[in-house]
């Protein structure tokens, strides 16, 4: 499969796409200043109102623009972790070494998918943030759970758009997703073990959180159109659990939330330059 | 911290305007495809029709087995057996006492089992009961119980199995119904979170809880077919299973 033959081809059969594909930037130049269309995030931002309203990025393409300005906002973030002497302690370098290896091959492999130059992408930081979060290791720990716990929330809201999307490009964008969005929770939970918590988010066990909005809406009794937290109350279903006494707790762990493409954006804002 | 805007990872090829073909290599590596041609897919598929026994050695293939059923049902009772295969393991685990009771070890495989149990109920809740696979039996006595170690690494691979199978599978539910594959997505997270969790345990500080075994160099976790899978977990399930539906619905979708 030619993911660069698949575009070509869908550009003929929809001429829009192609003005899509490329980026809107010209468009966007012709409309914004400079600075600002330079940004991605203020791409991000313009989602369409169609799909937003499902919590979507946009389409297949904007959706992975959108993973894309995630991924550099992680893989920086921890580079620059790295970079700063003595934060990280020896004991835990694997652990960040392993987790910011990954983080970039995401970032090459999506620009990969875009067709882009290394880094063409690249985000304008709010260094006063970056700084804030990187100083001392407790603050760096908290921080890269806060990112690696919302980026398994951002992918996993965007899965049902690229399959209700349906196209070649979705389909090949949907598989990889599924397979970075394991990885990320692969990594939340180290970070979470790390810290000595609970590997499962639910409420009041999260440690220091850096914002609210990171875990609203976790703690969900309803899943599809059950009630599994009345289900565990009911004191035949709740003695199958281990730890009865903890049934909703269980249930809250047992199922990880989505998060909608713009409340993501609204908790990774405060990292870049340019507000959204 | 300058670097940090700075900075430009040096990148191996061309990429723009012409076919970035390194990247398109690495792309096509991503999804498997770059040794396999199309008519040998094909072919591969045919033969995981036909021939069975070979590519799923351990499990009880039976044409008259418990089918998966039809459709978006198939993945569901995909994903609804290997819960209860988990939540039979964990069962297992601190029945048989594995983990001193108390100890930390202990207390993580209960709560993992908690999990399970809640994920098993769950697909027997939304699962309607005239298109469900019933209860399973599974037969885990070749696992030695006493061996800590042992015991960690079936778990580990469990979970690493959910984890590939949830990842195969999600592409294959019908648009019609992307509900199925959010709340897929909601539990595959929790069972990667129980796979890196149990690999903290078997190498505290190392980088096995993500590791390259299990991700790719392009950072994407593997994923495994129906087969693969059936082969890792097949030889736990006593039952008599048919996964003819599935593979089907598998080899349409390639």
């Not at chain 1, 906002?73 to 002497?85: G, S, V």
């Not at chain 2, 012409?18 to 096509?28: G, N, W, Y």
């Not at chain 2, 697909?123 to 885990?140: Q, S, T």
Request: proline share 4%; charged share 20%.
């Amino acid at each position: 499969m030619n993911l660069f033959g698949i575009f070509s081809q869908i550009e003929k059969a929809d001429p829009a796409i192609g003005e899509k594909m490329d980026f809107s930037r010209r468009k966007m130049l012709k409309t914004t200043s400079v600075a600002a269309a330079a940004t991605p995030l203020f791409f991000a931002a313009m989602v369409n109102k169609a799909f937003a309203a499902e919590g979507c990025a946009g389409d297949a393409i904007e959706i992975v623009k959108f993973a894309l300005t995630l991924e550099y906002l992680e893989r920086d973030f921890y580079r620059a972790a790295q970079f700063k002497a003595g934060l990280v302690p020896s004991g835990a370098r694997p652990y960040v070494v392993q987790i910011a290896k990954h983080e970039a091959q995401h970032v090459d492999l999506l620009e990969g998918v875009l067709g882009y130059k290394p880094n063409q992408m690249q985000p304008k930081y709010n260094m006063a943030t970056l700084n804030a979060a990187l100083a001392d290791y407790p603050t760096f720990l908290a921080y890269a759970q806060a990112l690696e716990d919302t980026g398994v929330r951002a992918y996993k809201g965007q899965a049902a758009c690229l399959l209700e999307e349906d196209t070649a490009t979705s389909r090949t964008v949907l598989a990889v997703a599924l397979r970075i969005h394991s990885v990320e929770a692969r990594h939340a939970a180290a970070v979470r073990y790390m810290r000595e918590l609970r590997v499962w988010p639910s409420g009041g066990q999260n440690g220091m959180e850096p914002d609210a909005k990171i875990y609203a809406g976790e703690d969900m009794a309803m899943q599809g159109p059950i009630n599994l937290v009345d289900y565990f109350n009911m004191s035949e279903n709740k003695m199958k659990l281990y730890s009865p006494d903890m049934a909703a707790r269980s249930v809250y762990e047992s199922f990880d939330e989505p998060l909608k493409a713009a409340e993501v954006l609204a908790i990774a804002g405060p990292f870049f330059a340019t507000p959204m | 911290m300058e670097e940090l805007t700075s900075t430009s990872t040096p990148k191996k090829g061309p990429s723009v305007p012409a076919i970035p073909s390194v990247e398109r290599r690495m792309f096509l590596r991503a999804l498997g495809l770059t040794t396999v041609s199309a008519a040998a897919l094909l072919t591969a598929c045919q033969n995981s029709m036909n021939d069975l026994s070979p590519k799923i050695s351990g499990a009880r293939i039976s044409a008259d087995g418990v089918s998966f059923g039809e459709g978006d049902f198939a993945i569901l009772n995909y994903a609804y057996a290997l819960e209860q295969l988990e939540t039979a393991f964990y069962m297992a685990v601190v029945e048989k006492k594995t983990f001193a009771a108390g100890s930390k070890e202990e207390m993580i495989f209960r709560d993992i089992h908690d999990h399970e149990l809640v994920h098993r109920e769950f697909f027997k809740l939304a699962i309607p009961a005239d298109k469900r696979i019933g209860d399973l039996e599974f037969d885990v006595s070749s696992i030695d119980f006493t061996n800590r170690r042992e015991v960690l690494n079936t778990a580990r691979v469990l979970e690493d199995t959910g984890v590939a199978a949830y990842n195969g599978a999600g592409p294959l539910i019908s648009k019609a119904n992307s509900i199925y594959l959010t709340l897929a997505g909601k539990i595959v997270s929790v069972e990667a979170r129980h796979a890196s969790l149990i690999s903290s345990l078997l190498q505290p500080g190392g980088g096995l809880f993500a590791g390259d075994y299990v991700v790719d160099n392009n950072g994407l976790e593997k994923m495994l077919t129906v087969s693969e899978v059936l082969g890792r977990a097949g030889k736990y399930i006593k039952t008599a299973i048919n996964p003819a539906s599935l593979l089907a619905l598998e080899s349409s979708k390639k």
